[in-house]
């Protein structure tokens, strides 16, 4: 006797049936950690005084991505981003049965994650939320347009391309977020990544350009996957 289904043909479509699977709570885990460590690391830093330091919080941001991909690439892909997720999808390399289903894990592992903070550091530093320096949000789209665009162009080149030597994906794409994050920090907040800006943003009411945060990461990540699309079949 077969075992009775009940999952609906919307759910089905969606991808929904998978939203409890070991790649999605690997994801939601993932994109937990990686707002825990990075925004945490901003909280940290004001309650020390600076002991942290800028350069401290760039470089926890790129180690803890490197740590995860390392740690959970091989379960879900180590996306942790919605701006990468879809990025993948129309690369072809992502089954679009899934693409909901990771967006949620991703908004919910980021929203825990600072909720968490809140709880546990208190209300400091607004929670590491991202911010266009002096309200400049169309100099801040521009920058966030640009770094995702770099971001994107690492993970293509050292992460999918099965020419690019293997196991360097995640330093490359840790460096490159710590980097970016390092030099471009304090004028956009270097989000490149929509919940890593979500969770802080939800849980501590702080709304303002937050759409940038949004549009820039996932129209630069959706530009370099045109862009290496050209230069992979220019190179064959």
């Known amino acids: 006797m077969k075992k009775r ?3 609906s043909p919307r759910a089905t479509i969606l991808g929904l049936n998978h939203l409890f699977s070991p790649a999605a709570i690997a994801e939601g885990i993932g994109t937990f950690i990686l707002v825990f460590a990075g925004t945490g690391a901003v909280m940290v830093n004001q309650l020390s005084d600076g002991a942290v330091t800028h350069l401290g919080i ?3 941001f790129g180690a803890v991505v490197a740590a995860l991909i390392y740690t959970l690439g091989h379960m879900s892909g180590a996306h942790f981003n919605p701006a990468v997720t879809l990025a993948f999808w129309r690369s072809g390399v992502f089954p679009g049965q899934k693409v909901v289903v990771y967006l ?3 908004v919910l592992g980021a929203i825990s994650a600072s909720a968490f903070l ?4 208190g209300n400091i530093a607004n929670l590491g939320a991202t911010l266009p320096l002096n309200g400049n949000w169309q100099q ?3 920058l966030e347009t640009v770094l995702t665009f770099i971001l994107m162009l690492v993970i293509l080149g050292s992460g999918l391309d099965r020419r690019a030597p293997c196991g360097f994906a995640g330093l490359a794409i840790g460096l490159t977020v710590a980097l970016e994050a390092a030099f471009m920090g304090p004028i956009t907040g270097a989000s490149m990544n929509p919940v ?5 943003a939800l849980v501590g009411g702080l709304w303002q350009h937050h759409w940038l945060y949004w549009v820039a990461p996932i129209g630069g990540a959706q530009l370099a996957v045109l862009v290496y699309r050209k230069l992979s079949e220019s190179s064959q």
Do not use: E
């Open 5 to 7: 289904s009940f999952s």
């Open 58 to 60: 760039s470089f926890v």
């Open 104 to 106: 949620i894990a991703q």
């Open 118 to 121: 809140r709880f546990s550091l």
């Open 140 to 142: 801040s789209l521009m």
């Open 196 to 200: 890593r800006s979500l969770g802080p």
